[in-house]
């Protein structure tokens, strides 16, 4: 009984590797409003980039280049341009991320004066 119900339970989360069709597609009725939608398909602004870099903790993690965001907090009048030209240029699709899509990892003790 136990090796039928893990067939049953294989075969009901496996695809065949069929499209789905056009029937099955428009069954699926839209979750998000219209009006919100049409919201995120919208082009980033320089707006949300400097809302953004005003909310980073201004003491988190360094950058690959070293620099908190306190850096481009109080230098943000020099730095602004160069930060939101290079953030909209991948935002709206023009550019690839991948030069820019690296992570630091930092292994911060939990202790005091460490």
Do not use: H
Not at 15 to 20: E, H, I, K, N
Not at 44 to 63: D, H, Q, W, Y
Request: proline fraction near 5%; hydrophobic fraction near 35%; glycine fraction near 8%.
């Amino acid at each position: 009984m136990a090796m039928r119900r893990g067939a049953i339970f294989n075969g009901s989360f496996c695809t065949d590797g069929g499209v789905l069709d056009d029937e099955n597609f428009n069954a699926v009725k839209p979750r998000v409003p219209d009006n919100f939608r049409q919201g995120l398909i919208l082009p980033f602004t320089r707006e949300e980039i400097e809302a953004s870099v005003k909310n980073i903790g201004p003491t988190k993690s360094l950058g690959l280049d070293g620099m908190t965001a306190l850096f481009y907090q109080k230098y943000w009048n020099v730095v602004r341009d160069y930060v939101c030209d290079a953030c909209l240029y991948v935002l709206n699709g023009n550019g690839d991320v991948s030069t820019m899509n690296k992570t630091l990892i930092t292994s911060t003790p939990k202790i005091n004066l460490p």
